[in-house]
C-alpha cells in the first residue's frame, strides 16, 4: 500500500512538472512575434496584438508561479491577471452585443 502512495506521489509529481514545462513552451511560442524573410533576404519580426497579448500573460503566469513572493506581490499579479482578463471579456461580450 505504501508503495502505490509512494508511485502515485511520483507520478502526481512528474505529471505537474511536465505541465509546467509545456505551459512554458506554449507560452513562449505564443508570446514571440511573428518571423518571415522577406524576398531581398531581410528577417523581418512583427509583434502582433495577439503575440503582445499572450507576452502579457506569459509574463503575469511567470510572476504568480515565482517561489518566493511576499502576499502584496502575489495579491498585485492576481489582480493584475484579474483586471487583464475582465478586459477581454469586456470587448467580447461588448462586440457580442453590438452586433
Known amino acids: 500500500m505504501a508503495d502505490r502512495i509512494v508511485t502515485l506521489c ?3 509529481y512528474c505529471s505537474q512538472f511536465r505541465l509546467d514545462v509545456v505551459l512554458a513552451v506554449i507560452a513562449e511560442q505564443t508570446s514571440s512575434p511573428k518571423k518571415w524573410t522577406t524576398k531581398d ?3 523581418m ?3 502582433t496584438p495577439h503575440t503582445l497579448r499572450a507576452r502579457q500573460l506569459r509574463d503575469i503566469y511567470n510572476t ?3 517561489k518566493h513572493m511576499t502576499q ?3 495579491l498585485d499579479a492576481l489582480l493584475t491577471l484579474k ?3 475582465q478586459v477581454k ?3 467580447a461580450v461588448h462586440s457580442i452585443s453590438s452586433c
Open 41 to 43: 533576404g531581410r528577417d
Open 10 to 12: 511520483i507520478l502526481q
Open 72 to 74: 502584496d506581490e502575489r
Open 89 to 91: 471579456i469586456f470587448l
Open 64 to 66: 504568480i508561479n515565482m
Open 83 to 85: 483586471h487583464t482578463v
Open 45 to 47: 519580426e512583427l509583434d
